[in-house]
C-alpha cells in the first residue's frame, strides 16, 4: 500500500524478536544509522519501568549503555520509551506515536509493534528453537517480512533446512536469511538495510 495518503505518523520499521537477548537493540541502532531514521521508540514491558509510562525525557532516553541510548546515538533525533501492560499497550503506543510528525521514518523495537501498529516492514530476529519462544514471539513471526535466523548459537545444533522450512510455513511472506558467523551476519544487515530500502521506495514512502 501507499501510505502517503492514510497513515498519520512516521513510516515504521519494527524490529521484533524469539526471545530476550537475540539483538534486537544492536539492528534497530542499525537501521536508524544506515536508513537515516530521524525517529526511535523502544517499547518494553517489565519490572524496569512504572507500567503504563511514556518515557520522554532526553536524559532518560539518551543514558548510555540502554536501549533507548543506543538509538540515539546512532543518529534518531527524537526517541521514546514505551512501557505498558498488554491491556493498555495500543492506548500507549498510539500515544507515542502522535508525538511524532506525519513525515520521516520511525525505527520501534519490540514485538508489540509487529502486532499493534501496522510496520511497513517488520524484521524478526529468530535465535532460539521455536520451543523457547518468549509468548509474544509467534505473533510477531506471522507477521514478518524478513526473518534472520542466527545460527550462531543456540540454533548451530539443528537442521538449517528443516528450520528454514519450519520458518517459511509460519511465516509464509518472509524472506528467510540464515547466517552462522560474524562475516554473514555483518553481510546480513547490510542485505535487511538495502531490502528496507527497496521496499520503502517502492511503497511511495520515500
Same mark, same amino acid.
Given at each position: 500500500?501507499?501510505?502517503?495518503?492514510?497513515?498519520?505518523?512516521?513510516?515504521?520499521?519494527?524490529?521484533?524478536?524469539?526471545?530476550?537477548?537475540?539483538?534486537?537493540? *544492536?539492528?534497530?541502532?542499525?537501521?536508524?544509522?544506515?536508513?537515516?531514521?530521524?525517529?526511535? /521508540?523502544? !517499547?518494553?514491558?517489565? #519490572?524496569? =519501568?512504572?507500567?503504563?509510562?511514556?518515557?520522554?525525557?532526553?536524559?532518560?532516553?539518551?543514558?548510555?549503555?540502554?536501549?533507548t541510548g543506543k538509538l540515539v546515538e546512532a543518529g534518531a533525533s527524537r526517541v521514546l520509551?514505551?512501557?505498558?501492560?498488554?491491556?493498555?499497550?495500543? *492506548?500507549?503506543l498510539q500515544r507515542a506515536l502522535a508525538v511524532f510528525p506525519e513525515k520521516g521514518l /520511525?525505527? !520501534?523495537?519490540?514485538? #508489540?509493534? =509487529?502486532?499493534?501498529?501496522?510496520?511497513?516492514?517488520?524484521?524478526?530476529?529468530?535465535?532460539?528453537?521455536?520451543?523457547?519462544?518468549?509468548?509474544?514471539?509467534?505473533?510477531?513471526?506471522?507477521?514478518?517480512?524478513?526473518?534472520?535466523?542466527?545460527?550462531?548459537?543456540?540454533?548451530?545444533?539443528?537442521?538449517?533446512?528443516?528450520?528454514?522450512?519450519?520458518?517459511?510455513?509460519?511465516?509464509?511472506?518472509?524472506?528467510?536469511?540464515?547466517?552462522?558467523?560474524?562475516?554473514g551476519r555483518k553481510n546480513t544487515l547490510a542485505e535487511t538495510a538495502r531490502l528496507i530500502?527497496?521496499?520503502?521506495?517502492?511503497?511511495?514512502?520515500?
Amino acid at each position: 500500500m501507499n501510505g502517503r495518503a492514510s497513515r498519520k505518523h512516521p513510516a515504521i520499521i519494527a524490529v521484533t524478536s524469539s526471545s530476550r537477548k537475540a539483538g534486537k537493540s *544492536a539492528v534497530a541502532s542499525y537501521l536508524v544509522r544506515e536508513l537515516g531514521a530521524e525517529f526511535g /521508540l523502544k !517499547v518494553s514491558s517489565g #519490572s524496569h =519501568a512504572p507500567a503504563g509510562s511514556l518515557t520522554t525525557d532526553p536524559k532518560v532516553i539518551s543514558r548510555k549503555g540502554t536501549d533507548t541510548g543506543k538509538l540515539v546515538e546512532a543518529g534518531a533525533s527524537r526517541v521514546l520509551w514505551v512501557h505498558a501492560e498488554p491491556g493498555r499497550l495500543n *492506548a500507549q503506543l498510539q500515544r507515542a506515536l502522535a508525538v511524532f510528525p506525519e513525515k520521516g521514518l /520511525l525505527v !520501534v523495537e519490540g514485538n #508489540s509493534a =509487529a502486532v499493534h501498529l501496522d510496520p511497513e516492514y517488520t524484521v524478526f530476529l529468530m535465535a532460539v528453537p521455536f520451543d523457547q519462544f518468549k509468548p509474544s514471539a509467534l505473533p510477531a513471526l506471522e507477521r514478518a517480512d524478513l526473518v534472520l535466523v542466527d545460527l550462531t548459537g543456540a540454533l548451530g545444533e539443528l537442521e538449517p533446512t528443516s528450520l528454514e522450512a519450519e520458518v517459511n510455513r509460519l511465516a509464509p511472506s518472509a524472506i528467510v536469511i540464515s547466517y552462522d558467523d560474524d562475516a554473514g551476519r555483518k553481510n546480513t544487515l547490510a542485505e535487511t538495510a538495502r531490502l528496507i530500502r527497496t521496499h520503502l521506495s517502492l511503497g511511495g514512502f520515500v
